[in-house]
């Protein structure tokens, strides 16, 4: 598919090599070289996609990602010199789709693109507007209008977020592994680890939680994963807390008291049955 890149690179080199590889596979390619540049030029003509080097003059790369995360869902793959995982962190929670860190394989570059601008496109086209809103608990997700709200506000999410809860929500209170999220996220092109589900998850937490370190609609699995549960938030039952997450009866408890039984979907024991998600 042939698409409409800006580069922002303030290695001319660099930038050079980028644009000979998109051009050869047939896409339209602007180049520049800071951030203030980029802005005006992802503002006055909006991209499909945006390769953006982190350490820029005038606007950081970091500092443009936060804004443009702002304005658009435009994918942004982020290019860097620094390689920690503090580095990658920051870059994929200020909105990053992606990330690769200095010296690369331009091949690997180019494959990485071609995966971002399949899922922008099946993003775009995926869902008719027709599509029902999901409904789980005070959590509702629009595919439609690529929207979600929680607790009565609208959040804004980036196009991996807004995935990744979608999955989740058509099948509350199953629980997905990360690799299961990462295959319904990218499907076959898993070029970005299953960290990124777990920045992803930390990230909505913040936005859709009331209370983000004690989760009760996006909460994890022990050992398994993550799930959406819609009992409106009466805490987590065995195999949500410090247990191995197998989703067994949890044991007698410190005081050497039973355990309580966890319903359909939180311990696998019999219990009140979870309520499905249910289209508005």
Not at 186 to 210: A, C, Q
Not at 219 to 243: C, F, Q, S
Request: proline share 8%.
């Amino acid at each position: 598919m042939c698409a409409h890149v800006v580069v922002a690179e303030d290695d001319t080199k660099q930038a050079e090599l980028v644009r000979r590889y998109l051009e050869r596979e047939g896409h339209d390619v602007v180049v520049v070289h800071d951030g203030r540049a980029a802005l005006e030029q992802v503002r006055r003509r909006p991209p499909d996609l945006l390769v953006l080097d982190v350490m820029m003059p005038k606007v950081d790369g970091l500092d443009v990602c936060r804004i443009l995360r702002a304005e658009s869902d435009l994918p942004v793959l982020m290019l860097t010199a620094r390689s920690t995982e503090d580095d990658l962190l920051l870059g994929l929670d200020l909105g990053a789709d992606d990330y690769m860190t200095k010296p690369f394989s331009p091949r690997e570059l180019m494959a990485r693109i071609r995966s971002l601008l399949r899922r922008s496109a099946r993003t775009a086209a995926a869902v008719p507007p027709s599509d029902p809103v999901l409904t789980v608990g005070a959590l509702r997700v629009d595919p439609g209008r690529h929207e979600v709200w929680a607790h009565g506000r609208r959040i804004e999410c980036t196009p991996g977020e807004f995935r990744l809860l979608e999955v989740l929500a058509e099948r509350p209170g199953q629980v997905f592994t990360r690799a299961q999220i990462l295959e319904q996220l990218h499907g076959f092109d898993r070029y970005i680890t299953s960290r990124t589900v777990d920045v992803h998850v930390m990230n909505l937490r913040k936005k859709i939680e009331p209370r983000p370190r004690a989760a009760r609609t996006l909460v994890t699995v022990y050992g398994v994963g993550y799930k959406l549960a819609d009992d409106g938030g009466t805490g987590p039952g065995p195999g949500l807390g410090e247990g191995d997450g197998s989703g067994a009866g949890a044991g007698p408890g410190a005081g050497g008291g039973p355990a309580a039984v966890a319903g359909p979907g939180e311990g696998g024991g019999p219990g009140r049955p979870g309520r499905a998600a249910h289209a508005s």
